[in-house]
C-alpha cells in the first residue's frame, strides 16, 4: 500500500467523518485552547452583538465575568439589559470594529477625543460611540458626556482586572468621521445624527488595517495589564445592509473572510492570542435545518447554546462549578443589535 | 340602598377591619366584608371563572386558614359593588433599591452614585410595577369594579438596621429626590392599573408623615388581622385609624353614586 502524507491523520482531518456523517456540533476536536479558562479566571467580553451570547453563556458557566458597571440591586432584568447593563466588562455597548475597539482604549487613555460624541434626535442626545445602551437618549449633550466619562472609569477598572479579553469581531465596515477617522459602531442617522456625505465617510476596514489596529490595542493594554490573555472569535451574524455596491451576501463573505484570516494571523503570531471557531461552527453545512432563525441572520439560540457548550466543554467548564452561583439560560434570550435597525432603509 | 363592598387583601387588610366599626358610622350606605390570608398565601387565590375568590384548588391548608380568619374560606365577589384589595407593596423595594444606588442624571443633587438616566429609571420602575400588577390581574380577572390599595408605607421608625430593619424605606428618608420619586411612582403605579382596568387608591396625605413613610402615630397599636388583641407595634402594619382613613380615600373613588352620600368628614379616632 502505498504511503500518503494523509495517511494516519484523525478523523477530525477528514471532511467525511469530521463534518459529514457526524453531529453538527459534535465536533470536540473543533477547538483546542491554548490556554485554560478556569472558573477563577477573571474574563473580560466585548465586540460585536454575538459576543453578548458568549458573554453570557461564560456567566452561566460560573465564570468570573468582569462588570464593572453592574445592574445594582433593584434593576429588573428586562431594563437592565435594554439599557446595556451585565451585557459586556462595563456598559461601553457593542464593538462592531477594531477601529472602534482601539479608539475606546485610546479614549480612556486620553490619547483621543473622539469628534463629534454627541448626536441629537428629537430633542434628545445619544452618545454617538454608543448609542445602544440609552434607547431614549439622554436630555443634554452634557449629560451625554457626564455617562461617558463614569462609563471610560468603569472600562478602565475592567481592563485592570481582567486576564483574558474575550473580544468577538463582527464587521469590517464603518462610518468614519472624515475630518479626524473617528469611527462610529452604527451610521449616523440610523438611531439619532444625522448623515451628512461631507462630514462622514464610508470605510470597508482590510486585513492591513485590522491588525494594525488590533496590535495598538494589544500594546496599550499590556502596559497596563501586561499578562493580558486573548481569545479572539468571529460573529457568524451576517451583515444587516452593506453599504460597498456589493451585494449584502459577498459583502458579507468579504467582511467574514477578512477577519478570520486576522484571527488566524494574529493566533500564528502570539502564543498568548487563541481562536475559538464560532464562525465555522454556524456557518457549517452540517445543521440539519439551518444554524439561523427565520431571518437567516438571528443564529436559533439551540445553536448558540451547543457552541458555547462546546466550548466550555473544552476548558473542561461543562458543568456549573459546585458553589458557584450560575445564571438560568433565558430561552428568549436575544442579542441587542443596533445594525440591525438599517433594515428600516431597505427600498 | 346599601351597597356591598368586600376588601380581600394581605395582613394589611388589618387595619380597616379594625376600623369596621368606624367605618359603618362613616359610610351608612355601605356594607363592608373583610377577607384576607397572609402575604404570600394570598398571592395563590385567585378568582375562579365564577368569580369566586379562593385558595388554589387542593390546598386544604390554606382552605382552613381561611376559614379561620375570615369564617369563610372562599368569597364570591360576583355578590359586591365594589371590590378593594389591599395589596403587597406593588414593586416598590425594587424601586427605592435603584432610587438609593444610583444617581439619576437628570435630577441635580450627585450623591457619588453610578449615574442612571431618568428615562432608566422610569423603565426600571414600570417594570417592577408591571410584574406585581400582572399578577393583580390575573387573580382578579373578570372582578370589577376594582380597586387597589398599595400595603402602606412603614412608619418613620423603621431603621436600616436592628429589630425595625426595613430598608430600602429607612434609606430613602434622607434621599433628596424622595419626594420626585415618590411622584413618579404613584404616576406610573397609576397607570399600570388603569391600563389592566383597576383603580388606585393611593394612601392618604394626613397619614405620611415623608414621601415613603408614614407617620408614627398610624403604626401603634396596631393588631395581627387574624386575631383581634394581638398587637404587632412593628411599624409595618397599621392601626384602625390608618384604617379608617384609607377607607375614606377609598369612599371617595368610589364616588357619591356608589357611597350614597357625600363623604363625610374625617371623624376624630
Known sequence: MSVSPYSGLPQRAFWRGGVSGVGALDLPEVYHPRFALTPETRVFTAGSCFAQHVGAAMKRAGLRVIDTEPALRGMPPETAKRFGYGTYAARFGNIYTVRQFRQLVEEMLGLFTPALPVWEKSGRYWDALRPGVEPEGLASPEQVMEMRAQNLIALARAVQDAEVMVFTLGLTEAWEHRATGTVYPTAPGTIAGAYDPDTFVFRNHGVAEILEDFTAVEEMLAEINPDLKWLLTVSPVPLAATATDDHVLTATMRSKAVLRVVCDMLKDSSDRIDYFPSYELVMSPAHPTGAFAEDLRSVRPEVVDGIMGLFLAAHGLADRPEGKQAETPDPEDEAICEDVLLDAFRP | ?269
Open chain 2, 1 to 269: 340602598m346599601t351597597r356591598r363592598i368586600a376588601v380581600v387583601g394581605t395582613s394589611n387588610i388589618g387595619a380597616l377591619k379594625y376600623a369596621a366599626g368606624s367605618i359603618a358610622l362613616d359610610h351608612p350606605g355601605l356594607s363592608v366584608t373583610f377577607w384576607g390570608l397572609p402575604g404570600g398565601k394570598f398571592a395563590e387565590c385567585a378568582t375562579d371563572p365564577g368569580g369566586v375568590f379562593q385558595p388554589l384548588p387542593g390546598d386544604t391548608e390554606t382552605r382552613k386558614l381561611a376559614q379561620r380568619i375570615n369564617g369563610a374560606d372562599h368569597l364570591d365577589l360576583t355578590r359586591f359593588d365594589a371590590t378593594l384589595v389591599i395589596a403587597d407593596t406593588m414593586g416598590l423595594p425594587s424601586v427605592l433599591f435603584v432610587a438609593g444606588n444610583y444617581d439619576v442624571i437628570d435630577w441635580p443633587p450627585r450623591r457619588g452614585k453610578p449615574l442612571l438616566s431618568e428615562p432608566g429609571f422610569r423603565a426600571a420602575m414600570d417594570e417592577a410595577i408591571a410584574a406585581r400588577a400582572d399578577d393583580l390581574a390575573r387573580q382578579f380577572r373578570g372582578v370589577a369594579p376594582l380597586y387597589l390599595a398599595r400595603a402602606p408605607y412603614p412608619t418613620t421608625v423603621v431603621t436600616r438596621r436592628g429589630k425595625l430593619r426595613l430598608e430600602p424605606f429607612a434609606s430613602v428618608a434622607g434621599h433628596p429626590e424622595a419626594a420626585r420619586i415618590e411622584l413618579l411612582y404613584t404616576e406610573a403605579l397609576s397607570r399600570a392599573l388603569a391600563e389592566r382596568k383597576m383603580a388606585f387608591v393611593a394612601q392618604p396625605q394626613d397619614t405620611i408623615a415623608a414621601p415613603f413613610l408614614t407617620r408614627p402615630e398610624f403604626g401603634k397599636d396596631a393588631m395581627d388581622f387574624r386575631a383581634a388583641g394581638r398587637v404587632l407595634d412593628d411599624h409595618r402594619h397599621m392601626n384602625a385609624a390608618f384604617g379608617a382613613s384609607l377607607f375614606r380615600a377609598f369612599a371617595l373613588a368610589l364616588g357619591p353614586d356608589m357611597t350614597g352620600a357625600a363623604p363625610t368628614p374625617a371623624r376624630q379616632e
